[in-house]
């Protein structure tokens, strides 16, 4: 068997061969890009990088999408553009959405070994979406059941997570609420303390229950809070839950300072758990979320592209989502053109934003007067 042989020549040169014939040649701009092997070009559509704005600009991606406490970040090579220093640099972007995954950049092409995977079809990709968004239903119906004890959901906003968990949970509650009986679960929006949390568990902590904490992300970054999901998620027989500090309010609402959760937790949120445990920004909180993650199934609705938000929009709308508002072929096909002509400027692309343009095109009864209003609220900034 012959071994490949790599050679370095000059500082702006490295080869590599295999039966002394050449396979690949490394010059100096590539070799002092991290990770060029897979280096993907990204699209910054708004952002800043200490007090210059950037729009619309291209770079080479050096590190993925970072979301944190400090806001989102995503690290590229400078040297793409002038003005910019010639090094890695790390620019902050307002939403997740504020990017786009590209191709590869050519650097990478060049040296790439691998073949190169065909894009995959719109009908394709649209069905990866589906079952995707199968699972979820699915694994909230094992979670109602008690199967799955813990859940997290992640992906952008607007796609459709919260509609797909609270539409099984109001399946899996339909009979009580006919009987007058008390829900089965609870969905809990907005910033929550460690006391606050502790008494959701306790009043959620019944067999069968399911507990549903949908975009509550400060109780990611509490330390007290995580250890409290901690338990509340643990693999063991006894899910014992402990609150070993003197508390008014726990002696107001009459809830014990100990009590055993036997229900399921579902975590719905914007941010990429994965993504965040990466590094050491994060300190300790990182060893507390890793181990929130141990504990849960994790599920990634993988709508990371802006090709991808435009096939979920596709697939909820071809499956009637616009129904309701008894739009003819023409207009319908107008107010999704307009969707996808500014997806780029839009504050965000998502179903709800599907909503926000059709209820204007309605109101306006598609008058040219509905794009003068979409551009002013539905827009980052007009569009000439």
Known sequence: MNYPLLTYKSPELIELKVDNQDILSYTESIINREDNMNTQ?????????????????????????VSGANGHFVTVDGSAHAGFPAKKIRVKVPTAESIELLGETEATASVNLDTVKA???????????????QILEDMT?????GVVRGMIVSGPPGVGKSFGVESKLEEYAMLDKIGGMPLKYEVVKG??????????????????????LDDCDSVLFDELSLNILKGALDSGKKRKIYWNADSSKLRAEGIPGDFEFKGSIIFITN???DKMTQ?????????????????????????????????????????????????????HAEVIQFINDEKHN???????????????????????????????????????
């Not at 009043?203 to 549903?212: A, E, F, H, Q």
């Not at 979409?374 to 900034?381: G, H, N, S």
Request: positive net charge.
């Open 41 to 65: 070009t990204v699209r910054i559509f708004e952002g800043s990088y200490r007090g210059h704005t950037i729009e619309n600009l291209e770079f080479p991606m050096v590190k993925p999408l």
């Open 119 to 133: 894009e995959k079809t719109e009908e394709e990709r649209i069905a990866e979406i589906a079952d995707r968004f």
């Open 141 to 145: 119906d094992a979670a109602c059941e």
């Open 191 to 212: 910033a929550m303390t460690p006391i606050g949390l502790y008494c959701l568990l306790y009043n959620n902590s019944d067999k069968g229950k399911v507990l549903v």
């Open 271 to 273: 941010l990429k758990f």
């Open 279 to 331: 590094g050491g920004r994060l300190g300790k909180i990182k060893d507390h979320l890793e181990a929130i993650i141990s504990r849960c199934h994790y599920l990634d609705l993988t709508l990371d592209t802006m090709r991808d938000k435009m096939l979920r929009i596709k697939q909820i709308v071809g499956a009637g989502m616009l129904d309701s508002y008894a739009f003819t072929p023409e207009q």
């Open 346 to 384: 839009l504050r965000e692309v998502s179903l709800r934003m599907v909503l926000k343009v059709s209820d204007l095109y309605k109101m306006y009864k598609g008058e040219p007067r509905w794009k003068t209003i979409a551009y002013a609220t539905c827009c980052k900034r007009l569009v000439s």
